[in-house]
């Protein structure tokens, strides 16, 4: 069943239900206890800001606690510099951009533009999953015509299944139609109210060219995104139901 997040209700849920307030500040206890792990896993540095940046903001400002995971460092993502020069920089612009969205980080081991989907690299990624314990994960849709993105999106998918679906699994969107291919949305979130914050995240990746990436795509994306669930801007994801996974 699509489950279309309106104008209305964007405001007071998000991803299908999940309440944005965490808990009563009064009331410790509770609000731990309400309090949701929110693990977003992207291949490269700006995936995760990019694709679901204003999400990430909104569960953060509520108070649940939000995770992004790098896959790699960017190694190769800045033109004339060295895989550790480039990674030391893009290393510093993660920082940045998870302090104006409220993530704590952590980087995985693989190497930008080389990622592998083996069994060795199936069983570390099980094997972070389960040590984050998360409730929900958001990661790379995998049909995408980067490499990255698809190993990034195939490698959650097989921890997803062999953690015995223990979290909820939402794929976000980079750069549909060029990237992501066959993106249909089960699910819509308005940014509206963080739009501004969403974009100062992403412009901490100053390496990256943002006024081309997030200016000529992004910001397109946003708007129709937002156009199909009638507010200003929005961020899609498609959720993998365990009715869909269990078919085989
Ligand atoms: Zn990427």
Redesign the pocket.
């Given at each position: 069943m699509i489950a279309r997040m309106g104008k209305a209700t964007a405001a007071a849920t998000i991803l299908g239900g999940i309440p944005l307030a965490a808990g009563a500040a009064d009331d410790t206890e509770k609000a731990n206890a309400a309090r949701l792990k929110v693990l977003v896993i992207?291949?490269?540095p700006?995936?995760p800001e990019t694709c679901a940046g204003g999400t990430m903001c909104l569960l953060a400002n509520a108070g649940h606690k939000v995770t992004c995971a790098y896959l790699t460092r960017g190694e190769a993502g800045i033109e004339g510099m060295s895989h550790d020069e480039a990674a030391a920089v893009r290393v510093e612009e993660c920082k940045a951009a998870c302090a104006v969205t409220g993530a704590t980080f952590v980087f995985l081991n693989q190497i930008d533009g080389s990622t592998e989907v083996s069994v060795p690299r199936y069983h570390e990624m099980i094997d972070f999953i389960r040590e984050q314990a998360p409730d929900i994960v958001l990661t790379h849709w995998p049909i995408d015509a980067?490499r990255?993105?698809a190993a990034c999106g195939m490698l959650v998918l097989d921890a997803w299944r062999r953690l015995n679906y223990s979290f909820d699994l939402y794929y976000f969107e980079?750069m549909s139609g060029t990237?992501s291919q066959l993106f249909h949305p089960t699910h819509w979130v308005s940014i509206d109210s963080v739009l501004d914050q969403k974009h100062r995240a992403c412009f901490c990746h100053k390496s990256q060219h943002m006024d081309d990436i997030y200016n000529g795509w992004h910001t397109t994306m946003e708007q129709f995104r937002g156009i199909e669930c009638r507010c200003k801007a929005a961020e899609a994801f498609i959720k993998h139901t365990t009715a869909l996974a269990t078919l085989d």
């Amino acid at each position: 069943m699509i489950a279309r997040m309106g104008k209305a209700t964007a405001a007071a849920t998000i991803l299908g239900g999940i309440p944005l307030a965490a808990g009563a500040a009064d009331d410790t206890e509770k609000a731990n206890a309400a309090r949701l792990k929110v693990l977003v896993i992207g291949a490269h540095p700006d995936d995760p800001e990019t694709c679901a940046g204003g999400t990430m903001c909104l569960l953060a400002n509520a108070g649940h606690k939000v995770t992004c995971a790098y896959l790699t460092r960017g190694e190769a993502g800045i033109e004339g510099m060295s895989h550790d020069e480039a990674a030391a920089v893009r290393v510093e612009e993660c920082k940045a951009a998870c302090a104006v969205t409220g993530a704590t980080f952590v980087f995985l081991n693989q190497i930008d533009g080389s990622t592998e989907v083996s069994v060795p690299r199936y069983h570390e990624m099980i094997d972070f999953i389960r040590e984050q314990a998360p409730d929900i994960v958001l990661t790379h849709w995998p049909i995408d015509a980067h490499r990255d993105h698809a190993a990034c999106g195939m490698l959650v998918l097989d921890a997803w299944r062999r953690l015995n679906y223990s979290f909820d699994l939402y794929y976000f969107e980079a750069m549909s139609g060029t990237q992501s291919q066959l993106f249909h949305p089960t699910h819509w979130v308005s940014i509206d109210s963080v739009l501004d914050q969403k974009h100062r995240a992403c412009f901490c990746h100053k390496s990256q060219h943002m006024d081309d990436i997030y200016n000529g795509w992004h910001t397109t994306m946003e708007q129709f995104r937002g156009i199909e669930c009638r507010c200003k801007a929005a961020e899609a994801f498609i959720k993998h139901t365990t009715a869909l996974a269990t078919l085989d």
